[in-house]
């Protein structure tokens, strides 16, 4: 036996030569990425959606040989954000992250480039929204994987029951089950005219005029709607112009047809609205007709979700995605990478899409037509027009148009629903437009 | 007196005990022993607050990005902001009307539980800590049923008796009612319980003394119970302002700084910058601008304690 000893430059050579090796070994991705992997998934809201995942993930990881631990990280009280912001700082944390819309734009230089993942995916499921690859890409690198869980689309959701009795509209004749739309009429001029039939009938649309979510997007749907942009895609404030000076006007008059308390909404009140039966309409995914379904099954029976009203510059539906991250930082990348192209397959996708109730919406184009968004009910084919199956309406984002930092801000200081706001209640057009042109401007900092 | 004590009990002999900077002496010292008692406190301070202060005044001086240094730039851009005036001028109304209003109410309060026979006080005392016992978040979620926009549990009362529905966190007057109301609920208590043991601490004999020389109940308040209470309505006053200053919870739950803006304070507003809107250097800036706003407020109400101290 020979007794060779190692001394300590040979030893730190051999060292040094393995980390190069196994940092700069070439992603392949059936290959058995072993070691360990610690995820961090958004905390699904339906019951059961986390568990779709979980066997998922697991599936994957029997195969691979990889040791897997989840967190499950809720959106309430934006512990999503916290961990993100403090994981980003920490440059520590989960190897793969959930992050919503605005996120993987916001730590872009901490990401690790997803090209290889995202061009298979692409190149097996179809293109991805417009709104996938503003929120997802940075110039031509991929931050992120679209993720199915948690991506939503917030169309109208109507009572199909009241639209007809106050409005003379028939959302089904509108938007049938299992077939293109039939939505010419539906202009925001005819939306305005069924707000005030619902209004007067005592159950008018229910949307909100706060600074959550809900009320963002709708508004910046309506502003996309009218072709009003604040801030371009150069970064230049243009918030003063005629597109913006239109909407203002319109969102005042629908203003008035809304519950006087919509101002103070936050993104549970429309749902109750709903579920409540006190309205005709509100702007969500299914979410509230889940609820219903399981609160209140009489209204569940007439909801009804379906497609936004064209402006003059076009149709619009407020889109909220998710994605899946790796940071640059992070210990297990290729395993990472392995798993979030498992998560993306059809099957898995699939898989996801109905342990959701249909609620999460694949962003990939031959992914929209799903059997869970034509069968699920009450009434047969609700949700059918959800996924936008037959791309009757853009899918966009509120303030989408501005380069995607300064877009965040305006999103997160709601400016846009401030602007209908203050003008409704009084403020001058001229000083209206002052004020968002000075809060436009403090959203330029690099 | 901690030395002395030591040397008293000391059995070793007299020239080595009084060796200084000896480590058996250092030790034996009563000083030495709280010190080395009260590290860990110390440690858990430091690393829970004194690092993340210093971190947080490191983040301030940084860009957007995190990747340069902008000295005070950060400063420089919010006084040019409408919205920090905004929240600045916001902060101070909330802080300073619930913290009167707080040692108003515990004020008046303490004076009735202390008017209340021994036997049945206890009860009361506990009966109203609860508000401030309870954690805030979960008692502002109550509020926030109470306030709902559509569902008002208040509204709904007020409907019975004929009153059109308030617009609790709808409207902006409103709205700063709410969560200033909500605030003085929680925090009252805190005044009032500090307040009812000075109150216990005047001797009885500075009031009989009062009465003999014919002193009415309000010169008896004026001229006995405040001077006697003028350093602990300090403290808790100062300690007050601080809590209401960096409140958080209340708002965010409320009505998250809404409407149009109108009931942020520094720490909502900084959430909503830093975290929310992911520009952390600004939200540091916001959160930090607190601080020479209570020092002066401090400097204030400490050197007047001092003052009164000398006296004495």
Known sequence: ?446 | MADVAVERNSAAPVPKVRKRGGLRTALKRKSTAAFLMTLPLILLISLLVIYPAFYSLHLATLNKSMQRFVGLGNFQFLFTRETFWLVVQQSCIFAITAVIFKALIGFVVAHFVHNIPAKGQRKWRGMLLVPWVIPPAMSTLAWLWLFDPSYSAFNYLLAGVGVDRIPWTGETGWARFSVILVNIWVGAPFFMIMYLASLKSVPDQLYEAAAIDGANWWQRIWYVTLPMMRNIIAITTLFSLIVTFANFDIVRILTAGGPLDRTHIFATWAFRIGIEGGDIPLGASVSLFMIPILAIAAVFILRDINKRGNEA
Not at chain 1, 77 to 95: M, V, Y
Not at chain 1, 244 to 270: C, H, I, T
Not at chain 1, 422 to 433: C, H, I, P, Q, V
């Open chain 1, 1 to 446: 036996m020979s007794k060779k000893k190692l001394s300590r430059r040979q030893f730190v050579a051999a060292t040094a030569m393995s980390s190069a090796a196994l940092i700069s070994a070439p992603y392949i991705r059936s290959a058995n990425a072993a070691g360990k992997l610690n995820i961090g998934f958004w905390d699904h809201w339906v019951p059961g959606a986390n568990k779709a995942s979980t066997d998922l993930v697991n599936e994957w990881a029997a195969k691979e040989k990889v040791e897997v631990t989840i967190d499950y990280i809720p959106s309430q009280g934006n512990k999503n954000l916290l961990t993100i912001a403090a994981e980003a700082q920490a440059k520590s944390g989960h190897d793969i992250l959930a992050m919503p819309t605005w996120w993987p734009h916001a730590q872009a230089e901490l990401l690790e480039p997803m090209n290889d993942v995202v061009e298979a995916l692409i190149k097996q499921n179809g293109e991805v929204n417009g709104t996938v690859a503003y929120l997802g890409k940075a110039g031509d690198k991929w931050l992120a994987v679209p993720a199915c869980v948690g991506s939503q689309i917030k169309g109208p959701c109507s009572r199909i029951d009241l639209m007809k009795q106050h409005a003379n509209i028939d959302v089904q004749a509108m938007y049938p089950a299992g077939q293109a739309p039939k939505a010419d009429a539906w202009t925001t001029d005819n939306f305005l005219k069924a707000a005030e039939a619902c209004h007067k009938g005592g159950v008018p649309f229910g949307i909100g005029l706060g600074e959550t979510s809900d009320s963002v997007d709708t508004v910046g749907a309506f502003f996309l709607a009218f072709g009003a942009e604040v801030v371009n895609a150069k970064g230049d404030v243009v918030v003063k112009n005629d597109n913006v000076r239109q909407v203002l006007e319109y969102y005042k008059k629908l203003m008035a047809f809304l519950p006087s308390d919509a101002p103070a909404w936050d993104d549970g009140s429309n749902n109750r609205w709903l579920v409540s039966g006190k309205g005709a309409l509100i702007m969500n995914p299914p979410s509230a007709w889940a609820v219903a379904k399981r609160d209140a099954p009489k209204i569940a029976e007439q909801c009804w979700t379906h497609g936004f009203p064209v402006g003059p510059k076009g149709r619009f539906a407020p889109y909220l995605p998710y994605f899946w991250t790796a940071w640059n930082f992070g210990k297990n990348k290729p395993a990472a990478k392995s798993l979030l192209m498992h998560l993306s397959q059809p099957a898995a996708v699939e898989k996801l899409v109905a342990a959701s109730g249909g609620y999460d919406l694949p962003a990939f184009e031959k992914l929209t037509t799903l059997k869970t968004w034509a069968e699920e009910s009450p009434p047969k084919g609700t949700l059918y027009h959800y996924p936008n199956p037959h791309n009757h309406q853009k899918l966009s984002i509120s303030a989408a148009g501005a380069p995607p930092k300064i877009a965040q801000q305006i999103y997160t200081q709601a400016t846009l629903t401030k602007m209908c706001v203050r003008y409704f209640r009084g403020e001058s057009m001229d000083a209206t437009l002052s004020w968002a042109q000075g809060e436009l401007e403090g959203f330029m900092r690099s």
